[in-house]
């Protein structure tokens, strides 16, 4: 009788302690790191968004365009708050994440299994805390099939080690970091890649070199505006950089080898060096 009581409280509390968590975070799948689940906001303002992070929550937005087309405008926001664990999970696995469309599921409530929205949306803006890194508000934009969206898509380069130029000791000078284009949003791209492989010293790639898809298209005043250039050396201000960057970090290293003020106290019992880290906490 008493084995039979212990499997019953024991399958009593295996059965609390799946209620004590959400749905979609009880049921492992693939799907963890593509769909983001959030649950309705009915109030906005920065004390229920408070609110909302102190519980391990992130205050979102869902942006509806007005039509299919670019600059039809907002038609609707949707407030929503999200899961700051499972956005956190997703940023680490996706280094595009504000160019990848992801799926989207809104639950009646956290502890509910009903959906009562689903779809494809964009993040299109991740703001973060200065000091601790956390997630501190997420805005994103449906993205049906169909719905032209602009897109800021980041560049990166490739064929470094084969680059004829690069191999005569030419020095690579990134001109652009990201391009905007105007995408359907079946057809957005998480980056732009240029090739290096076959470029020399004095060759450039210029915007409208870079093969796309047909249905992409560049939002650019100037489509001949280089993205990157292969010198035969580095430029003097580049140069300059790296001296003085390589300087500040000597001046770095010498400071941690020398004690602050030579050791003497400041007169409250602590170096300058520990004071300075409570003036921080203090502010």
Not at 15 to 35: I, L, N
Request: hydrophobic share 35%; with cysteine; net charge positive.
């Amino acid at each position: 009788m008493a084995h039979c009581l212990r499997r019953a409280a024991a399958a009593a509390t295996a059965a609390g302690e799946a209620v004590s968590s959400p749905p979609w975070r009880r049921a492992a799948s693939a799907s963890y790191h593509h769909t983001i689940q959030a649950v309705p906001r009915e109030t906005a303002g920065p004390r229920a968004a408070a609110r909302e992070r102190r519980h391990g929550r992130v205050p979102a937005v869902l942006l509806t365009l007005a039509g299919a087309g670019p600059g039809e405008g907002v038609a609707h926001r949707k407030l929503l708050t999200a899961d700051r664990k499972q956005l956190g999970e997703m940023l680490k696995q996706s280094p595009y994440f504000l160019s990848t469309p992801v799926g989207l599921q809104v639950r009646a409530g956290e502890r509910s299994t009903a959906v009562v929205h689903s779809g494809t949306v964009l993040p299109i803006k991740v703001h973060r805390d200065e000091t601790t890194g956390n997630i501190l508000n997420l805005v994103m934009v449906q993205a049906d099939e169909g719905t032209m969206l602009k897109v800021n898509l980041p560049v990166e380069f490739k064929g470094e080690d084969s680059c004829p130029g690069l191999k005569k000791g030419g020095f690579l000078q990134k001109i652009r970091t990201s391009l905007v284009y105007l995408c359907p949003a079946e057809h957005i791209p998480p980056k732009i890649e240029v090739d290096l492989a076959n470029l020399d010293i004095g060759d450039r790639v210029s915007m409208n070199d870079i093969p796309v898809h047909p249905s992409l298209k560049l939002l650019s005043k100037n489509e001949t505006m280089p993205v990157c250039k292969i010198l035969a050396s580095k430029p003097f201000a580049e140069m300059q950089r790296l001296k003085a960057s390589n300087c500040n970090k000597t001046r770095g290293e010498e400071s941690k080898t020398i004690p602050s003020a030579f050791g003497e106290p400041d007169g409250r019992g602590n170096n300058s060096q520990t004071d300075s880290r409570n003036n921080n906490d203090n502010n």
